[in-house]
């Protein structure tokens, strides 16, 4: 399955997809050592972000954010591309100032898929495929 999409920081990935239907708010949710997800309260606690293709609707707030992706990338626990639904600024920078392909602009029904399908994000290209779904 090809799905159209808007590029927001450039690259090309393939990895096991990770999904959430949340918002993330990576200051406090995301530890920046290991990119496991330490909030209790989030629907991804106890999974990691590390060399997955990250699915989720889009950020929401602390700016400190943007930095918590910095430190992700530079401890070799980023995802390895990002697709939102609709990103927002602090996403973005994070995602831009480390070179990690995010895009936006699929449709909602992709945070339907199930966790551990194989996707690549072409974010220049501007085109997300999913294995297995045609
Ligand atoms: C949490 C903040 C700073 C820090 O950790 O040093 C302030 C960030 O402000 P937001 O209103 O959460 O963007």
Redesign the pocket.
């Known amino acids: 399955m090809e799905i159209r999409c808007h590029r927001i920081s450039g690259g090309r990935a393939r990895g096991p997809a990770l999904v959430t239907k949340e918002p993330i708010s990576f ?1 406090g949710t995301v530890d920046p050592e290991t990119g496991e997800v330490v909030d209790p309260r989030h629907q991804l606690f106890g999974r990691s972000l590390r060399g997955k293709v990250l699915i989720f609707p889009g950020g929401k ?5 943007s930095y918590v992706i910095y430190q992700l990338k530079k401890r070799g626990a980023a995802p390895l591309a990002m697709i939102n639904i609709k990103s927002e600024p ?1 996403v973005a920078v994070g995602a831009i100032i480390s070179a990690i392909p995010l895009v936006d602009g699929v449709p909602a029904s992709l945070l339907d898929l199930k966790d551990g399908a194989v996707v690549t994000v072409d974010a220049d290209g501007e085109m997300v495929r999913v294995e297995g779904a045609d």
Do not use: K, P
């Open positions: 200051l707030g602390s700016t400190v954010g602090i």
